[in-house]
């Protein structure tokens, strides 16, 4: 694993944890947003490995799905989950402050967590996690 992926990493569970605390008090919106971005530094760490790196969001998700879930090396839910949460971050970040229902916050924020554990598991040579 190179340095930029261990340090995509450590971005990543470090806007996990900022989506707990803002999902925590209530902030729905932004705490799926943040989850959006921990699943979106660890497909940027996975990319990195492919020597491949993206400026905009949507060429690094399709490269993710081609690389990643067409491939097998991830399951293919993991592309909808960046998918979805790219479509929740914008309702979280562009639209009313309700626009983030408390559960779909909370499942974004498993879905980042699984997909986190995946791309460590990935990048470290083991088997990911179903």
Same mark, same amino acid.
């Given at each position: ?11 990543? $569970?470090?806007?996990?944890?900022? @989506? ?22 660890? @497909? ?6 492919? %020597? ?6 949507? %060429?690094?998700? @399709? ?5 990643? @879930? ?11 989950y ?7 971050r914008?309702?979280? =970040? ?8 408390? =559960? ?8 980042? $967590? ?5 791309? $460590? ?8 996690? $179903?």
């Amino acid at each position: 694993m190179t340095e930029e992926q261990k340090e995509l990493l450590q971005t990543a $569970e470090k806007s996990l944890d900022a @989506a707990r605390l803002l999902q925590s008090a209530g902030f729905y919106g932004f705490a799926a947003s943040r989850a959006y971005y921990a699943m979106f530094y660890a @497909a940027q760490a996975l990319l990195e490995g492919e %020597g491949l790196s993206f400026s905009k969001h949507s %060429g690094a998700i @399709a490269a993710f799905a081609e690389r990643f @879930a067409r491939t097998g090396k991830l399951p293919v839910e993991f592309h909808r989950y960046l998918l979805d949460a790219m479509k929740l971050r914008h309702q979280g =970040d562009y639209f009313s402050s309700e626009a983030v229902t408390a =559960d779909q916050a909370e499942e974004q924020l498993l879905r980042a $967590e699984k997909f986190l554990r995946a791309a $460590e598991a990935l990048l470290l040579g083991h088997v990911p996690p $179903e």
